[in-house]
């Protein structure tokens, strides 16, 4: 067998240690996503001082829209897939699964905004286009987007979030009476 070139083995180890940061940033939540508008933030701020690169942004957007919409939405559609959510006391209770979960949802939009502030130093990428229509398209799509995507959890009656659900916490202790 060959031995793997120098290249192979500093590859190995680079995505070794990104799993490793990953494995330990899973637990993290707020930190995350601190890091991620941080992030954000640094892109804007780049495609501010140069005055450019709308179009990546846009697309950028449109990334992130996607995303939001994949973690908003139940891994099982009830329109298309029949019931998937439980509707009556009666029924078995099935906790709500996204069809896009938080870390994921994170990575590909951390991705997603490293990329793009990466292309904004490539001359290339600077396609010139008026960018006041592309904002009020993108207005327009997120608008439709999530009053679709609301109008979809109203009919069949979920919260993609946990925080404000009653949540089960076993009987409480008995006292003893003297």
């Not at 996503?33 to 495609?47: E, P």
């Not at 009830?78 to 896009?100: H, I, Q, T, V, W």
């Not at 994170?106 to 001359?123: D, N, P, Y």
Request: net charge positive; with cysteine.
């Amino acid at each position: 067998m060959d031995e793997p070139s120098k290249l192979e083995v500093f590859q190995a180890q680079m995505r070794m240690r990104t799993q490793q940061w990953l494995d330990w940033s899973t637990p993290h939540i707020i930190g995350r996503w601190i890091l991620f508008f941080v992030l954000l933030s640094l892109y804007m701020f780049r495609v501010y001082l140069v005055n450019g690169w709308f179009i990546i942004t846009y697309g950028l957007g449109i990334h992130l829209l996607n995303n939001f919409i994949g973690f908003l939405s139940p891994q099982i559609d009830p329109d298309s897939e029949g019931a998937g959510l439980p509707k009556f006391e009666s029924e078995e209770f099935r906790p709500f699964s996204r069809r896009l979960p938080e870390f994921k949802f994170w990575l590909a939009s951390a991705r997603a905004v490293c990329l793009s502030f990466f292309m904004t130093f490539f001359q290339i990428f600077d396609i010139p286009v008026f960018w006041p229509i592309l904002l009020l398209y993108f207005f327009a799509l997120f608008f439709f987007t999530m009053k679709r995507q609301v109008m979809h959890m109203v009919k069949h009656q979920y919260v993609p979030w946990s925080f404000g659900k009653r949540r089960y916490m076993g009987r409480a202790p008995a006292k003893d009476s003297k």
